[in-house]
C-alpha cells in the first residue's frame, strides 16, 4: 500500500510539473506567482487568435535572463514552450529603463534591409532546455522577433524580467501576454517605440506613428487601442 501510494503522489507530481514548473531566481515568487496566475482568465476573453479558449504556454524570466516559471493551458502546441522562454528573453534583453521593446516592435527591424537585421542569431536558443521541465533557473536565452513578448516593469518603474507567451497566432499570443502583464501590474514602462510611444504592437495600417510594426495575422486581430478595453 505505501509503495502505492508513493507511485501515485510520484504521478501527481509528475502530471502537476507537466502544467506549471517553477524554479528560484531574481523576481519575488509572489509577483511570478501573481502574473502567471492571469492567464488562466485571459485565455478565456476574445483574444483574436485560432482558439478559443486560447491554448497557450507563458514563461517568465528574471532580469538576468533566468527562466523563473513556465505553465500552460490546455493542449498548447509542444513547440510553443521554447517560443514562450525565447519571447521572454528576447524582451528582457533588449529593454531598458529608458525603452522598452516588445517582441512585436522587433518584427520589421529585423527583416532584411532593416537596422536590426542579423539580431535573430545573436542570442540562440540553447538546446540543453528543449525537453519540458528544464531550464528552470537557468539562463535558456532564445531571440524570438514576433509578438508574445514583453518586459516587466515594476510599480516604481524597475525592469525585472520578461513575460513570454506563444501557442497561437503572434498576434493574440501579443494581446494575452498584455492584458496579462496589465492585469499583474507590471507595465509600468517607459516608453516605447511601438503604438503611441508605447511596447504595444503596432500594425502597418494603424501604427500609431511607429515604424516599428508588424503585418496583421487575422482579420480577427485585436487593435492595439481595443487590448485593454
Known sequence: MRNLVLASTAFVAISSAAFAQNGPCGIIPSVVNNLQDQLASVVQENNGGLFSPSLMWSAVVDRQGRLCSVIKTGDAWPGSRAIAIAKASTANDFSNVKLSLSTANLYAP???????????????FNPQFQPQGTGLSQVPGGIITFGGGLA????????????????DTSCADHVIAYRMRHAAGLDNIPGGAGYNGTDNIAYPDDAGGSTFTQPHCLPT?????NILK
Open 152 to 167: 516587466l516593469y515594476n510599480s516604481s518603474g524597475k525592469l525585472v524580467g520578461g513575460l513570454g507567451v506563444s501557442g
Open 221 to 225: 486581430d485585436i487593435l492595439p487601442q
Open 110 to 124: 529585423t527583416q532584411p534591409g532593416g537596422s536590426l537585421y542579423g539580431l535573430n542569431n545573436s542570442n540562440p
